[in-house]
Nanobody, 129 residues
Framework: QVQLVESGGGWVQPGDSLRLSCAASGRAFSTYTMGWFRQAPGKEREFVAAISRSGRITDYADSVKGRFTISRDNAKNTVYLQMNSLRPEDTAVYYC??????????????????????WGQGTQVTVSS
């Protein structure tokens, strides 16, 4: 089992950057595929990005591709989400997710929140002028 705690959210203006962090505790961090999801008011939780256990494979939602970067430091038990060129439509609560079974392979369904077992409490990101 793993516990996840997100941090780094806040209020920024359009075009600004933020870096979210997700600190994990518990079972060996390197055995978990890690992901970020977000949920805007009145909308379903949606996939943002994911990273393989080794960090060699990443994937992104089309809406954030080229602007967001997911990374991990297995020595620090932490996954990051660097968010650049933020837009008002990026406003949401951002959640960190972890799972030992999920793999970033075609057809595995990792974009679905139902595939992920462990979740953090979320951190609010607001992009507004």
């Amino acid at each position: 089992q793993v516990q996840l705690v997100e941090s780094g959210g806040g209020w920024v203006q359009p075009g600004d950057s933020l870096r979210l962090s997700c600190a994990a505790s518990g079972r060996a961090f390197s055995t978990y595929t890690m992901g970020w999801f977000r949920q805007a008011p009145g909308k379903e939780r949606e996939f943002v990005a994911a990273i393989s256990r080794s960090g060699r494979i990443t994937d992104y939602a089309d809406s954030v591709k080229g602007r967001f970067t997911i990374s991990r430091d297995n020595a620090k038990n932490t996954v990051y989400l660097q968010m650049n060129s933020l837009r008002p439509e990026d406003t949401a609560v951002y959640y960190c997710a972890a799972d030992t079974v999920v793999r970033l392979t075609y057809g595995s369904g990792y974009e679905s929140q139902s595939k992920w077992t462990y979740w953090g409490q979320g951190t609010q990101v607001t992009v507004s002028s």
